[in-house]
């Protein structure tokens, strides 16, 4: 069953909102199990690539872009969890506008990862959208909140 584009717009905005939630009940930004990244890492990187969609679709019509996610991250390291959830609710919902806004026969377009020949839509549902629930998942299961 592949998804719709109404459903992967409403999965943007979900997945903004849940990581926007838990932002502000993280009590300790620095805390780094394992010598993994610490949960303002985490967030920043997030936050880095909330609401550039357009980016990745950009690079699945054949284009060059030149984007530094790390210095991306870097620029927003400093956030504060209020700032943090901004970005992420507005970023996800701009994404889900972004989305809303292509001709459903491009999100039908086939798209070569290999090994994966897949439609446009799932590619966005599987990468981009998991990746903020993946994310937010293991900063949760790992982190500290209040």
């Known amino acids: 069953m592949r998804i719709s584009q109404q459903e992967l717009a409403d999965?943007?905005?979900f997945a903004g909102r849940r990581a926007g939630a838990a932002t502000t009940?993280?009590?300790d930004w620095d805390h780094s199990p394992n010598g993994g990244w610490t949960m303002r890492e985490t967030f920043a990187h997030l936050a880095a690539w909330s609401?550039?969609?357009d980016l990745t679709h950009a690079v699945y019509?054949?284009?060059t872009i030149d984007v530094d996610g790390d210095q991306m991250a870097r620029e927003v390291l400093q956030c504060t969890a209020a700032e943090f959830e901004k970005i992420l609710v507005?970023?996800?919902e701009a994404d889900a506008r972004y989305i809303e806004s292509l001709d459903p026969a491009e999100l039908s377009r086939e798209i070569?990862?290999?090994p994966y020949n897949l439609p446009l839509a799932e590619y966005?549902?599987?990468c981009p959208l998991n990746h903020t629930i993946y994310h937010?998942?293991?900063a949760t299961a790992r982190g500290h909140f209040r």
């Open 11 to 13: 999965g943007f905005r």
């Open 25 to 27: 009940y993280t009590s």
């Open 51 to 53: 609401g550039k969609i």
């Open 61 to 63: 019509r054949g284009e």
């Open 90 to 92: 507005d970023g996800h």
């Open 112 to 114: 070569e990862i290999p």
């Open 124 to 126: 966005f549902g599987i």
């Open 136 to 138: 937010v998942n293991d």
